[in-house]
């Protein structure tokens, strides 16, 4: 499969504990976005990275948030200390160049 | 007043007829447009994108895009059941820099 992946595709999470959801690109893509998308709601862009960089994090909670993405291995998403809205889809998707963009599956949280 | 604007709909159409999916955005600066499909409960699938304006088709999708009216569209011709889904449009201002994505319009194509 040639696609984005992301795992879990399904994370059940108690409030306070950390989540963790990672996503790898497509192959040969370095530019990695990370959106949550609420039941009923758009995409909502939380942080664009390339490569060990940070290019955009306009939309990403200042606490209990982060992302990274290595220079090996998948991008990560953190979300420290979960509370219950932060239950939603989180959408990761690559492009090549910084332009076309492909998603993954998604990861769908639930906090309990 | 939000980057890009797309009525939520719900649009209904008979099948075999056209739909026509609207979407406008508010940097007159934006270079690149993207249409996605999103059924319920999946993620986004990128149908088209287009840079330039007018027309490009491909298949029985046709996009439109006039930067002086800052206005893009998405028409299915010829519409199908299976095409029953969310449209998302999505803009880019510069290549390299985040998308802004409308908050779809569902389409329900009616047998």
């Known amino acids: 499969n040639a696609g984005v992946m992301q795992n879990p595709r399904h994370l059940v999470r108690r409030r306070g504990q950390e989540a963790r959801l990672r996503c790898s690109p497509m192959?040969?893509?370095?530019?990695v976005y990370w959106y949550r998308q609420l039941p009923e709601e758009g995409l909502k862009f939380m942080v664009y990275?390339?490569?060990?960089?940070?290019?955009?994090e306009s939309g990403m909670p200042k606490e209990r948030f982060s992302a990274e993405f290595p220079k090996e291995g998948p991008s990560i998403l953190r979300i420290q200390q979960v509370v219950r809205g932060d239950s939603a889809a989180y959408f990761c998707a690559s492009s090549l160049g910084g332009d076309t963009q492909y998603f993954g599956p998604g990861t769908r949280l639930t906090v309990l | 007043q939000k980057e890009v604007e797309q009525n939520s709909g719900p649009l209904s159409v008979p099948e075999g007829a056209i739909a026509s999916l609207n979407c406008t955005y508010s940097d007159r600066g934006s270079q690149s447009f993207f249409w996605y499909r999103q059924y319920s409960g999946k993620s986004p699938e990128l149908i088209m994108f287009?840079?330039?304006?007018g027309d490009k088709e491909d298949g029985r999708f046709t996009a439109q895009l006039n930067k002086a009216s800052q206005y893009v569209s998405l028409l299915i011709r010829d519409s199908q059941p299976s095409d029953s889904a969310t449209y998302l449009c999505?803009?880019?201002?510069?290549?390299?820099?985040?998308?802004?994505f409308g908050t779809g319009t569902s389409l329900t194509v009616i047998p």
């Open positions: 999505a803009v880019n201002k510069v290549t390299g820099n985040q998308f802004y």
């Open positions: 192959k040969g893509h370095s530019h």
């Open positions: 990275l390339q490569k060990e960089n940070i290019i955009d």
């Open positions: 287009i840079y330039s304006n």
